[in-house]
C-alpha cells in the first residue's frame, strides 16, 4: 500500500492550496480515503473523509464550509481543496486509508488501516 500526498507549501492567510493523495494497493470499495492533519504539540485530528463506492463526504466542524474532498477513480486519487486558510490550519497533513464501513467514524485515528507520509502546510497571518 501507498499513500503519497503533496501540494503542500507556504501560503497567506485567506489564500488556497489543493493537496493530492495518489493511492495505491487499495481499492476504492475497501477502503475510503481520509485526511488527518497534526500541528506541533497538539494530537492528531481527522480533517476530512471521502466513501469512494458513493462518493459521501465528512469534515471536521473546524473545515466545514472552507475544505472540500473530492476523488478522481480512474486516477486513484483523492484531493483536498483547502480555501479561506488559517493559520490555524498550520500542520503536517497525512493521506490515510480507512476501511469504508468505518468512514462516518474516519476522525478516530484508530480506525486508520494505513498511514501516508504527511506534507507540511504552513499558513502565515
Known amino acids: 500500500v501507498q499513500l503519497q500526498a503533496c501540494g503542500g507549501g507556504l501560503v497567506q492567510a485567506g489564500g488556497s492550496l489543493r493537496l493530492s493523495c495518489a493511492a495505491s494497493g487499495v481499492t476504492s470499495d475497501d477502503y475510503a480515503i481520509g485526511w488527518f492533519r497534526q500541528a506541533p504539540g497538539k494530537e492528531r485530528e481527522g480533517v476530512s473523509c471521502i466513501r469512494r463506492t458513493d462518493g459521501t463526504t465528512y469534515y471536521a466542524d473546524s473545515v466545514k464550509g472552507r475544505f472540500t474532498v473530492s476523488s478522481d477513480k480512474a486516477k486513484n486519487t483523492v484531493y483536498l481543496q483547502m480555501d479561506s486558510l488559517k493559520s490555524e490550519d498550520t500542520a503536517v497533513y497525512y493521506c490515510?486509508?480507512?476501511?469504508?464501513?468505518?468512514?462516518?467514524?474516519?476522525?478516530?485515528?484508530?480506525?486508520?488501516?494505513?498511514w501516508g507520509k504527511g506534507t507540511q502546510v504552513t499558513v502565515s497571518s
Open positions: 490515510v486509508a480507512i476501511p469504508t464501513h468505518y468512514s462516518a467514524e474516519f476522525y478516530y485515528p484508530n480506525l486508520v488501516d494505513f
